[in-house]
């Protein structure tokens, strides 16, 4: 079974560009969490998805940030324009159905924003 | 709201010894606790989880952790470090939502566990 895959592992962008990071979760899987890890700060929970509908995006950092979950297949995280700030590590993780707890997770993108 | 506290950035125990690394929660509602390890260059994985049950959990790589409601603490241990074992581990809760699966996860800021050979 092929885990949570991510793309692409590393990105480097310029302030004010537009970056589409991309999840594909394990097959079947209904939940999708997208997280980031800033420089030297702990691993913050951005948005859920349950199957294609936004559950919980209390942690998105503003309007400059939009996820999709595309049929409740693959996610997309899109940062539009780019910030300095934005720069940092963002995991997708998924986990099966209601009543799962074990999130599974990718290996990460990489973004720097210069 | 839930906050998870780990106790030393950094850890540092020779091969063979014990590994205690520490982990409080505080959360509203009886929280689901884990530990994740990530490994140089790889993504996060699950060691370990509690959820419900025997508060004394065991996980891969011969690592456990208890849960003590008393202590509001799931603390990490392993009996005898090895080499292999040099990584971050994180400890993180969650809390059940509506549709009865687990919200995101709050983590601890991390701790690198270094082993001395």
């Known amino acids: 079974e092929a885990g949570v895959t991510q793309f692409p592992s590393h990105s480097v962008i310029e302030k004010g560009q537009t970056v589409t990071l991309r999840c594909d979760p394990i097959?079947?899987?209904?939940?999708l969490y997208w997280y980031r890890r800033v420089m030297g700060k702990e691993i913050k929970f951005l948005l859920h998805?349950?199957?294609?509908?936004?559950?919980?995006e209390s942690g998105m950092p503003n309007n400059r940030f939009l996820a999709e979950r595309t049929g409740g297949t693959y996610s997309t995280l899109k940062v539009q324009p780019a910030e300095l700030e934005d720069s940092g590590v963002y995991f997708c993780?998924?986990?099966?159905?209601?009543?799962?707890?074990?999130?599974?997770f990718g290996p990460g993108t990489r973004l720097t924003v210069t | 709201a839930q906050s998870v506290t780990q106790l030393g950035s950094h850890v540092s125990v020779s091969e063979g010894a014990l590994v205690l690394l520490r982990c409080n929660y505080s959360?509203?509602?009886?929280?689901?606790l884990f530990w994740y390890v990530q490994y140089p260059n790889q993504g996060l994985q699950l060691l370990l989880k509690?959820?419900?049950?025997?508060?004394l959990v065991k996980g891969i790589n011969g690592f456990e952790a208890e849960f003590k409601k008393s202590e509001t603490s799931f603390h990490l241990t392993k009996p005898s470090a090895h080499m292999s074992d040099a990584a971050e581990y994180f400890c993180?809760?969650?809390?059940?939502?509506?549709?009865?699966?687990?919200?995101?996860?709050?983590f601890g800021k991390g701790t690198h566990l270094i082993i001395q050979p």
């Open positions: 993780a998924s986990s099966q159905d209601a009543g799962s707890y074990e999130q599974y």
């Open positions: 097959s079947g899987h209904d939940n």
């Open positions: 998805f349950v199957k294609e509908s936004k559950q919980d």
């Open positions: 959360s509203s509602v009886p929280p689901y």
């Open positions: 509690y959820t419900t049950g025997a508060t």
């Open positions: 993180a809760s969650s809390e059940a939502y509506s549709g009865g699966g687990a919200d995101g996860l709050t």
